[in-house]
């Protein structure tokens, strides 16, 4: 028996054909089952009249109904799909108006904020400003600069921490800031050179200074008046500098009130502080302060400023002035032959405050002239033979409290 090979393509083709043949009259199978022609009979008038529905009517039929059911969901799914997308907009259009009510109260606290920052730096500007007035009486006095915030040339970035994000508004504020801290930072610097250099005059008389300061912290007083200012205007190198200021204040007025003038034109002293012989009765004795000799009625000078709290006679010493200066120091001048002072009155160093006399225990005309602190005698030669450096110091502090006082 004889095989011939069969065309693959033309048999896979074949098939195909046949299926789909066999498909189509499957389907128009059931439609045929599904939509038989049909006979509709109406009786009018005693007369019998048929309608005749054929298949192909009846597919037409389901088919407009078709289409019309499918038209109506895709329209109803049209109308579902822009009520969603109108919602999604309107939460869209809300979110939006909640970031621009963000906006704007992040632009009101930022606007609050340099406005606080602006306050911050006057209020502090205006205690620098007291600050050096109170204590160097004008600007540009002690550290030549070119006004309270520093020479702008000499500016560098520092690390100052600002309220605020660096901004347009804010830039020139924060510059400001910078100026302050470093200018407060100099000042303090110039101001604690100062008051050494007053603390080692102190010591060059014999005093502590820390002994001074402790004394004087005992005497302080006055009605409390809150600080009303914000807290945060007071940075770390104001307080230092309000700090050194008024050391320097006390170091500087402390040396002022220490007894370094000459309490008469006398150039020789006849008997020295401490140990001699009583010129009366030969026997030891304690001398608590040095003897001037001059002419009768030679004027008594005061040797520091001071308050007189004195005037009258004492054993021993005959007729006295006694004037008080600051820190527990006090000055005595006796056997006096007249007064030029009263008590109370307030005294500067070289004024006139009695007339040289030999009241008292006394074997001639002479001045006997004493130093105490809180009460007891103290050398007073260390006083009278300051350095020329120590009394410029002095003489420098003296300038400036009177230039203060003049401007008020």
Known sequence: MLCYPLDSKKSTGSSLSYLSRKGAAALRSRLAALCPEREIFLRSGGQVKFLRISRRVQILAVGALSAALVGWGALTLSMVANSSAIA???????????????????????????????????????????????????????????????????????????????????????????????????????????????????????????????????????????????????????????????????????????????????PMETSSYGYRRDPFNGHAAFHAGIDFPGRHAQPILSAANGKVSFVGQRQ?????????????????????????????????????IGRMGSTGRSTGTHLHFEVRLNGQAINPRRFLEAAQDVLQVQQIAKARFADVGHRG
């Open 316 to 352: 021993g010493y005959g007729n006295v002035v006694e004037v008080e200066h600051a820190n527990g120091l006090m000055t005595r001048y006796a056997h006096l032959s007249g007064f030029a002072a009263r008590v109370g009155q307030t005294v500067a160093r070289g004024d006139t």
């Open 88 to 266: 999604q907009e309107r939460a869209q259009l809300a979110q939006k108006g909640k970031s621009v009510a963000t906006a704007a109260n992040k632009v009101e606290g930022y606007r609050q904020s340099v406005e606080d920052l602006a306050e911050d730096l006057e209020a502090r500007q205006n205690f620098m400003d007291d600050l050096y007035k109170t204590h160097f009486g004008a600007e540009n006095e002690a550290t030549g600069e070119q006004g309270l915030v520093g020479d702008e040339k000499t500016a560098k970035q520092d690390g100052a921490t600002a309220k605020i994000s660096m901004g347009p508004e804010a830039a020139p504020l924060v510059k400001l800031e910078q100026r302050q801290r470093r200018f407060a930072a100099m000042l303090t610097t110039a101001v604690e050179r100062r008051a050494d250099k007053a603390a080692a005059a102190i010591r060059s008389f014999g005093l502590d200074p820390d002994n001074l300061a402790r004394s004087a912290a005992r005497a302080q007083g006055g009605p409390f008046v809150p600080w009303k200012g914000d807290k945060g205007a007071m940075t770390g190198e104001l307080e230092q500098l309000a700090d050194a200021l008024t050391r320097m204040e006390f170091l500087e007025r402390s040396l002022i009130a220490i007894p370094s003038g000459k309490p008469t034109m006398a």
